[in-house]
Every structure is written in C-alpha cells, then in structure tokens.
C-alpha cells in the first residue's frame, strides 16, 4: 500500500508540474493579479518542497535491493548522477537563473538553441532520466525503481506540454528547431 501511495504522490507532483505551468493558469493568476514572477517564485517553492519530501518519503519507505551491491553498479550509479548535474549546470547557462526561479521579473528571450541546447531540446528532463536512474542503481529498492518509474511514465507528457507552450512563444522558429534538435538524446553530429 506504501507503494501506491509513493505512485499517488509522484502523480500529484507532476500534475502540480504541468498545471502550474500551463498558459491558461498562468492566465488566470495574472486576471487575479498574482504576477509571472510571484507565480514563478510560488511554483519553484512548491516544487523543490515537493520533490525533498518525496526523496524523503521514497528514502524512509525502506526494502531490500532488487540488484546486488556492487562497487561497479556505484560508480555507474554515481557517474550517471554526475552527468545529469554537468548537463543541469551546462543547460543554466544559458538563462537567468534567478528569473527561472522567480527571484526576479523574467524578460521574453529568443529561443535558447546555442550551448548544450544546440545538441538537446530538453536538457533538464535529459538531467532528470540520468540522475533518477544514477539513483535506482545506488539504492536499488522497490521505492527507487518505483519513482524512476513514475519519472519516465511522466516525461513525454511534460515534454509534449513544454514543448507545446514553446511553439506558442516562438511559433515556426521552435517548429524547426525540434527537427534540428533531438528532445533528450544528443546526437553532436546533427549540428
């Protein structure tokens, strides 16, 4: 039961994900007068909270290892972390971080394509599948492989619907660029 209810929260995780950023709740927070920034600096609260009592909740759910422990396994495990951080850190900059997180007002910019964003679309959700994985391989318990799980069962939607809301910001621009550009695995020959 402990488990479904580990499923259950990841589900309202993302559903959090995807609502507060879509168009049409932004919208409707700006009509009641809460602004793009309070919005941004609301969402990035709710969600780095969320996702520490999660890891909480997954780390104290406890269980044997479904993979048996081995030094190999840890440095992969530790390697793929590792990478997902070099890719966040490589994606950042080229924002202001401090607008992602709503410290400050967000300006529009032009579509970010140069940096690690001319090899992958979607770096961040890149960073996710390899961190969460790096992390099922270190602690290989049933809550682990369980939220990597939910991860991967959420990640084409979050795409679909980022992708979604970029196209209505920068229109045919974007629409060529995700044919340039693969979504979460780099291909450095393409440009």
Known sequence: MQYIGLAVLWSLY???HSLLSSGSIKAKLLKAGVSLRIQRLIYS??????LLLLLFYNGALGGDKLLPEHRGVKALALFLAAAGVFI???AYKAYNF????????????????TGIQAHIRQPLYSATILIFCGFFLYDSRLASLISLVCVLAYLPLGIWLEEKKLIMLYGEKYVQYTQAVPALVPNFRRR
């Open 14 to 16: 993302f559903l959090h």
């Open 45 to 50: 609260f709710i969600s780095a909270i969320g």
């Open 88 to 90: 966040i850190r490589e």
């Open 98 to 113: 401090s607008a992602f997180l709503g410290f400050t007002e967000e300006s529009k910019e032009d579509l970010k394509d």
